[in-house]
């Protein structure tokens, strides 16, 4: 019986089922760097010879905008809450500079554009944090409010309209060294801003805190609702960021663009270890998990599957991923 428990003992601790859990929910981002590499070699099978480093480029530089989405729902997601008003804002800013980038100028439209973002997210935030309503009604809400003004501005401005800015353009599409995506411009100090702020700052720790525990972190003295205000300001200025490279991308302006965004930066985020229960994740695993869906994506593409089949498996993967890190994870 000795013999026995010390052989079983002797086994390297990730392969037993409780190093198992404790990776899953401690070091996500090994787990997923495994499958990302996996989807790799498997684009590589299905097409011999795409993988090099133009095509690294290329996933990359269609990861990023959808990554500071999937940013937006991480951080929400912290706290227990979602944004599903990000696509609609993404849209929203992109399409308002194309039409002010004629006029006022690159300038003021940006500007423009990202105030309007971030009273969206205020009236978000002071729906969540202040009225107590749900966060997945209240950004539903407010993506549909702006929606329906995008489309006001778009029939009074549409004839004013000067297309996507040079400036987009190069930024979204453009490459440089050959195939490094000019969007990791942006994107990198982005990242670094997010993930020192996550885990580097007392206003991280109070996100972790919330979703972790509402009841305790008010009572020990945190105002919630100004966490929150704060939050959803946040994620829709991040949100209309993503909507300046989704048109510089695409070379399109629409007050649609970003809406089927939505679900894969969710879906980016879920992958990527943050609990949609609150209190669990970080942005690490986030920025792996657009590139998973990026990679899933691009090998759909290969195989000539449309964009709802790419939906349908966006939701499932949601939905598995979700049930997934709630069984591995549990105590």
Do not use: K
Not at 102 to 113: E, M, Q
Not at 130 to 159: C, D, E, K, Y
Not at 197 to 204: A, F
């Amino acid at each position: 019986m000795t013999d026995t428990a010390t052989t079983t003992d002797s086994r390297p601790r990730w392969l037993t089922t409780t190093g198992l859990r404790a990776l899953f929910r401690e070091r996500p981002i090994i787990p997923l760097i495994g499958l990302l590499a996996v989807l790799v070699v498997v684009s590589e099978l299905i097409r011999p010879g795409i993988v090099n480093l133009n095509w690294g480029g290329v996933m990359v530089r269609a990861a990023v905008p959808l990554a500071i989405l999937a940013g937006c729902q991480t951080m929400t997601m912290l706290t227990g809450g979602i944004d599903l008003s990000v696509g609609a804002v993404a849209s929203m800013s992109g399409f308002v500079v194309a039409t002010l980038v004629g006029g006022p100028g690159l300038a003021t439209g940006i500007l423009v554009a990202l105030a309007v973002a971030a009273i969206v997210g205020l009236i978000s935030g002071i729906g969540v944090g202040i009225f107590r309503v749900h966060p997945l009604i209240m950004t539903l809400g407010m993506s549909l409010v702006v929606l329906g003004f995008a489309n006001v501005w778009q029939i009074q401005m549409v004839q004013t309209g000067s297309g996507v800015p040079d400036q987009f353009r190069d930024l979204g599409a453009g490459i440089f060294l050959g195939f490094v995506p000019r969007s990791l411009l942006l994107f990198l100090p982005l990242a670094i801003l997010i993930i020192l702020g996550l885990n580097r700052t007392g206003y991280g720790r109070l996100l972790y805190a919330i979703g972790d525990n509402p009841i305790a972190s008010r009572l020990s003295g945190a105002r919630s609702w100004q966490v929150l205000i704060v939050l959803y300001v946040i994620s829709a200025v991040l949100a209309g960021v993503a909507g300046f490279l989704y048109s510089g991308l695409t070379n399109v302006a629409s007050v649609t663009l970003a809406d089927t965004a939505v679900l894969p930066s969710v879906a980016a985020a879920v992958i990527g270890g943050t609990s949609i229960m609150g209190g669990r994740g970080g942005y690490g695993g986030t920025m792996i998990g657009a590139l998973i869906l990026t990679v899933i994506s691009s090998i759909l593409s290969s195989l000539g599957y449309p964009e709802a089949v790419r939906q349908i498996l966006f939701g499932a993967l949601i939905i598995f991923v979700a049930a997934a890190y709630t069984r591995v994870t549990e105590t």
